[in-house]
DNA sequence: AATATAAGTCAACATGGCTGACATAAAAAC
DNA sequence: GTTTTTATGTCAGCCATGTTGACTTATATT
């Protein structure tokens, strides 16, 4: 089957393996937020107040600023799930110490516990793909990651993921 | 620094380095679609145009009911999208011609100029990732995310990625 | 002939993006 | 010490894209 294409065209055949793969990232990426997507319903929130949760939870104490260059929203649609997550007492606000001006952002110990309610749900997903895959794998599949990455701040993001 | 928490502690590296591997998910899948948003602007699509274009241009001929079953949405939100499609001379309908209730659905040659046009940037943009990270990564990425497709539905989603 | 299926439509609503304009407090620069 | 910049917030309105519910039409299946 592949051998035709193989022969004939091996153009084709690569054009063909990368298509594959960008689907595969859709119907992943698809399938990864289904789980999250439950439970947030429960409460009445939806993808946008999980992605506040989870940089939160993985930052406690980052500024508005912060959270804003993340997620690339306009800080008038953060503030309205931001609100929200403040007023339902998952999120705190404090002032911070150094420059006032700020207004750092902590989970709240409800907001923990919503966190990891989601967070074990998703983690448990990739830990699953990672057995089934195996090491090696996990190691391919965090390098092609990090490789779609915007080249100008992959820097930026990886260092916010891995210095922790 | 990962000494510490080695030693002391393995089921936290572990949990940090699924969380990192979200995270790695998410702004993979933020920074890939860029690209594509860009272009889309200028026909006035959004990604829902997107995927629509995308999955008939991998699938022609397909039917309304197979792509709701790809995009997991309800057929009105398809509706908006595809109409507008056909308005606009990208998508074609036709009827079934083993059974003609069905519209089956072909991307028209400007359809297949704009499919090619946006799915170039993400093929280079992937081939870039992939030559960075090597073959053996290539497999671990498709291992993984393969992984990560809910298990009612990966061989369909598989077969329809790879049966072509 | 009755029922089920593929597809479409109308209407109303929710979520989460966006822009633009403006406000306030605190820090930084002059 | 006054001016300017920065961090954050707010009001108002728009747009894209998802939802539910009710109903229609044509065709296939039973």
Redesign the interface.
């Known amino acids: 089957m592949a051998d035709i294409k193989t022969g004939a065209n091996p153009l084709f055949l690569?054009?063909?393996e990368?298509?594959?793969?960008?689907?595969?990232?859709?119907?992943?990426?698809?399938?990864?937020t289904?789980g999250p997507d439950e439970i947030l319903k429960e409460y009445n929130f939806g993808r946008a107040h999980h992605?506040v949760i989870?940089f939160i939870g993985?930052n406690q104490g980052m500024t508005v600023s912060e959270l804003l260059d993340i997620l690339?929203i306009t800080k008038q649609s953060l503030s309205r799930v931001l609100n929200a997550l403040v007023e339902r007492e998952i999120v705190e606000q404090r002032p911070g110490v150094v420059d006032r001006r700020q207004r750092l952002l902590y989970l709240t110990e409800e907001g923990k516990k919503l966190e990891q309610k989601i967070?074990t749900i998703?983690?448990n997903?990739?830990?699953?793909?990672?057995v089934?895959?195996?090491g090696?794998?996990?190691?391919?599949?965090?390098?092609?990651?990090?490789?779609?990455?915007?080249e100008e701040d992959r820097e930026k993001?990886l260092s916010?993921?891995?210095e922790?």
Do not use: M, P, T, W
């Open positions: 690569r054009e063909e990368l298509r594959q793969c960008i689907e595969l990232l859709f119907f992943a990426y698809r399938d990864f289904a992605r989870h993985r690339r967070s998703q983690r997903q990739v830990a699953k793909a990672f089934e895959a195996g090696d794998a996990v190691a391919g599949y965090r390098k092609v990651l990090s490789g779609l990455i915007n993001a916010r993921i891995l922790r």
